[in-house]
């Protein structure tokens, strides 16, 4: 070999792992300028290390990283594959400038922005959170353990396997994301994102209206005697066959009172269950289209809240 030929310098697995874990701390060093900037470059330190070895070239390398960056941090980790095998063909020699590298990054963070927060914040979570929290609420350890780790077991595995996907594939990959499979992609999520959410309104979403719209006396034998047990208990003289009768009529879905009374709530479950807590959400969905800052909802809330409740009308 020459002295004029260079030798070729590649990316250890040592070094992708590394980034990998690095990855996982993007948001760390958050900022209002240049927001993920400072995460993203520390990401990149190891493979920098590898593929450059003056000081001079490893400061050039952390200056063009430590541009604007912003994306979902989970799908950052393709970008990071992408820009690591850029670096790579830079350091053995391939005319990649630094606005190539830059216009790579900043081409692939938006598209993927929008797909990360409808799969992971719209539809992975909730769902997992619900089915975890369900757990606890019947008494479970495992509720919040299972959420743990099998939400950080998606993650881990979901940033290493695109990391290596960006990696592999190189800058072939912008390809694949300026064609019409993204854009199905992000609209499946947020169609599937949404149905979630609504599913899970009603279940988190506690609305009720006491109000009387109705109250019909039942026919005769139609209740149970529930007024001739109190009378039997405070008198202390209860028999067993006495409890029993009452006991059979509750079980023949007979009355516990002389009224058959049927309020507002009773009328929107029959309608459709969960259709007022639905309406919540449309309102509040409404309210924030229409730029209402979330504090200002949050205490209009309150004040409704307590208002209907002084007033009867919700409990």
């Given amino acids: 070999m020459s002295e004029n030929e260079k030798v070729e310098v590649h990316l250890r697995k040592s070094d992708l792992v590394n980034t990998w874990w690095r990855s996982t701390f993007l948001q760390a060093s958050w900022n209002y300028e240049r927001m993920q900037n400072v995460g993203w470059a520390f990401s990149l330190i190891p493979g920098i290390r590898r593929l450059y070895k003056s000081k001079e070239d490893r400061a050039a390398a952390m200056k063009r990283h430590l541009e604007f960056f912003n994306t979902h941090p989970y799908v950052a980790s393709p970008i990071l594959g992408v ?24 081409g692939m963070m938006g598209p993927l922005a929008g797909v990360g927060d409808p799969i992971f914040w719209g539809t992975m979570r909730p769902v997992l959170g619900a089915f975890a929290a369900g757990m606890a609420q019947g008494g479970s350890v495992m509720g919040p353990i299972i959420f743990f780790v099998v939400w950080n077991l998606i993650r881990m595995l979901f940033l290493w396997y695109t990391q290596q996907l960006g990696y592999k594939e190189g800058t072939n990959i912008t390809q694949d994301l300026g064609g019409g499979a993204m854009q199905k992609i992000t609209t499946g999520a947020s169609i599937l994102g949404m149905f979630i959410m609504g599913v899970l309104v009603p279940r988190w979403t506690t609305m009720n209206f006491p109000v009387v719209m109705s109250k019909v006396k039942v026919q005769d034998g139609a209740a149970a005697d529930i007024p001739a047990l109190a009378q039997s208990i405070n008198g202390g003289d209860v028999s067993a066959s006495q409890i029993a009768k009452v006991v059979t009529q509750i079980q023949d879905e007979q009355s516990l009172t002389a009224y058959k009374v049927t309020t507002l709530q009773d009328t929107l479950d029959d309608l459709l269950p969960g259709l007022a807590p639905l309406l919540l959400m449309f309102i509040v969905l409404w309210l924030l289209r229409k730029r209402v800052s979330a504090i200002t909802i949050i205490f209009g809330l309150f004040i409704v809240g307590i208002l209907a409740y002084a007033f009867g009308i919700m409990a």
């Avoid at 820009?83 to 350091?91: D, G």
């Fill in 83 to 106: 820009e690591l095998a850029m670096e790579e063909q830079r350091a053995n020699g391939a005319p990649i400038n630094d606005e190539a590298m830059n216009g790579v990054k900043v």
